[in-house]
């Protein structure tokens, strides 16, 4: 059945890729004033239309971001000059959970302008444009170039053309559909935290305490329905207030620095600890007293203004234990949709309002509640060892960009053991920390969850041997960074060996720092791969991949642990690993200036991306390509597919294509 699946998805790719010549966008220029005079300034406009569920990448965001964005080159010409850059009318901002951040895209219709200078009126205004259109289908995307030519008298405009580069119009770059942080998922994880903050000690008490303020202050059923709307809306409104003041600092500019930095990592890792001490009861993080009794007695007051201020009462009394909650959840908004922030206040606020309200409206329901006991402080204990846990994967993010080797991938699983084995331990009572009360039974609820919690951790085990952890495939530092793996080490017992680079070639370059996974060896530099592949006659199979790259870990672990996987890279490639985010910077002499964006590219990884986009017009990894020893496209490159058969069939292609030259 599996098998049949795949063939089903390999027919359905080939047909969607080379059925039709794919034009989701038409073009047309156009001058403001077509018979200028000289010196008039006038507007070269360009408009698109865009076909329906397609969108068009525009100018107006980070091009290291990573999708391509649309560009113009005008052919310099005495007839005319450039008054400022090209203008984008009207885009839209996206989240795009891919590349985490925030893109500004067009639907249906683009339109550009550019202000130009006439200094001749026989002027010619020539030039060319690229682009990329997407689908939010299928998250198929292709790039695009073309010519213009605005002539005096004369508007020309050439037949749409794809990208020759690429060697394949049809090129697939998929979306991780199940990315943790998209937006739905985040703002699902945001409304949990609200439920889980409601059962924090500084938090359930409230519920009866505010059911008294509306049920003793007005007795009318209409004034209580009224005012108890009235504050589950007022906590909403603070929270999202909040959020409104930070969304400004975490745009995509942080998205930038958040991937790979390492000054907001550390910051980030250094918060959530902080955090998860707090929870541990080692401190309390409060507000001062002034600002609580200040805005208590304007609770005081009557109307709908007394109602606001007893919301504002609850969000500055629960303070101490909401405000990790809600600070974890303005870290994780870093970096995407303008947004973001606000809409996780909104998601955290309503599942935190709404029991209020509702009890409110319903005080008889106080009668189900359980009672208040030890058990809260149980809740806010295990909300701290997640903290603690999660605050590594900061950490780790920048580990591995500046090649600390702090935190390999061993260490790092041996610490998430020891926080859940500790966890599982408190759950079962064997641990107490101040706040605890003294019991001599464990409930039934406590009993399953440190079940799950050991399981989890009897799950982590194997992975200190080497064990990929397909489950946590890309949320765990890559393979590549742990010292031994006992399961490489079965498995070249058994099988083709991890054998070093053939004595034909060169020892690697970077390979002091950089690492194949799964035992397997390999280049980092372009030109020492296609010297070993002209030595043994081999194809060179290329991975643009990334040290932050979630997908890219996830193809190691699923796809490339496949026994056949490994046994054809080891055995019929010359490998080549090209990151793209390596924050290594290489002797000046090898410094260049691109031709594709006029930026001088100084690191291992600017220069790999740059390679990547001139050279395929792809920016997306993983991204996976054939190359003979003379640097010819061998089969259609691919990306991210978790199929184990469809990625052993684009190698045999590959080196099949090779053998036949």
């Not at 890729?17 to 038409?26: F, K, N, R, Y």
């Amino acid at each position: 059945m599996q098998r049949l699946a795949g063939f089903i998805l390999t027919v359905c790719l080939f047909f969607t890729a080379h059925a039709q010549v794919l034009e989701p966008a038409s073009w047309n220029v156009s001058l403001s004033n077509k018979t200028p005079e000289v010196g008039e300034e006038v507007t070269v406009t360009f408009d698109v239309r865009i076909d329906p569920n397609w969108y068009l990448y525009s100018t107006d965001f980070d091009p290291d971001l990573g999708p391509m964005v649309t560009e113009f080159e005008f052919t310099p010409h005495e007839s005319f000059e450039l008054v400022g850059e090209v203008v984008p009318v009207n885009p839209k901002r996206k989240y795009d959970s891919l590349w985490e951040g925030e893109v500004s895209i067009f639907y249906e219709k683009a339109q550009f302008k550019q202000k130009v200078r006439i200094l001749d009126p026989s002027y010619q205004i020539n030039g060319t444009y690229s682009y990329q259109v997407c689908t939010d289908v299928d998250g198929k995307c292709i790039p695009f170039d073309d010519d213009f030519s605005i002539q005096a008298q004369k508007t020309k405009k050439k037949s749409p053309t794809t990208d020759s580069s690429t060697g394949d119009q049809g090129l697939l770059n998929q979306r991780d559909s199940n990315d943790p942080y998209s937006l739905l998922s985040f703002m699902l994880v945001a409304f949990l935290a609200g439920l889980a903050a409601l059962l924090t000690p500084c938090v359930f008490p409230m519920i009866p305490m505010t059911v008294t303020f509306f049920t003793g202050k007005d007795n009318h059923k209409k004034g209580r329905y009224v005012n108890s709307l009235f504050y589950g809306f007022s906590i909403i409104l603070i929270y999202s207030l909040i959020g409104l003041v930070l969304a400004p600092f975490m745009g995509p500019e942080t998205a930038n620095d958040l991937a790979t930095g390492w000054i907001p990592n550390l910051i980030f890792f250094t918060v959530f600890v902080v955090f998860a001490l707090s929870f541990f009861g080692l401190f309390e993080i409060t507000l001062p007293h002034k600002w609580v009794n200040s805005v208590d007695a304007m609770g005081d007051k009557g109307g709908l203004v007394g109602v606001f201020f007893m919301a504002l009462t609850l969000v500055l009394v629960s303070f101490s234990c909401t405000g990790p909650i809600v600070g974890s959840i303005l870290v994780e908004s870093a970096g995407g949709l303008a947004l973001k922030p606000v809409l996780g206040m909104i998601a955290f606020s309503a599942a935190f309002a709404v029991p209020f309200t509702l009890f409110a409206l319903f005080p008889n329901w106080l009668n189900s509640l359980p009672k208040s006991g030890g058990w809260l402080n149980s809740v806010k204990v295990v909300l701290g060892f997640i903290e603690l846990a999660l605050a590594f994967k900061f950490l780790s993010i920048a580990d591995q960009a500046y090649h600390w080797r702090i935190l390999d991938r061993e260490i790092y699983l041996a610490i998430w053991i020891v926080i859940f084995t500790f966890l599982g331990l408190y759950l079962l009572g064997k641990i107490k920390l101040s706040g605890d009360s003294d019991t001599n039974k464990v409930s039934v609820t406590r009993m399953v969850l440190s079940m799950l919690t050991f399981t989890f951790v009897i799950y982590l085990v194997p992975g200190l041997f080497g064990a990929p952890l397909k489950a946590l495939a890309g949320y765990l530092p890559p393979m590549s960074t742990h010292d031994f793996s006992l399961v490489d080490a079965i498995r070249s017992s058994g099988g083709s060996p991890a054998q070093p680079v053939n004595e034909q070639c060169e020892e690697p370059l970077y390979d002091d720092f950089l690492h194949w996974p799964h035992g397997l060896q390999g280049y980092f530099d372009y030109e020492q791969a296609l010297a070993c592949a002209k030595a043994t006659n081999k194809p060179v199979f290329i991975d643009f991949t990334g040290h932050g790259c979630v997908n890219c870990r996830e193809m190691e672990a699923r796809v490339w642990s496949d026994p056949q996987v490994l046994e054809l890279l080891r055995r019929d490639f010359v490998l080549l690993a090209l990151y793209v985010d390596d924050k290594t910077e290489l002797p000046e002499s090898k410094w260049y200036t691109s031709s594709y964006d006029d930026k001088v590219k100084k690191t291992i990884g600017k220069q790999n991306a740059d390679f990547q986009i001139a050279r395929y017009n792809n920016n997306a990894q993983p991204f996976y390509v054939i190359v003979s020893p003379e640097g010819d496209l061998l089969t259609k490159p691919t990306a991210y597919d978790l199929n184990v058969d469809n990625f052993v069939s684009f190698l045999k292609k590959g080196k099949s294509a090779l053998k036949k030259r």
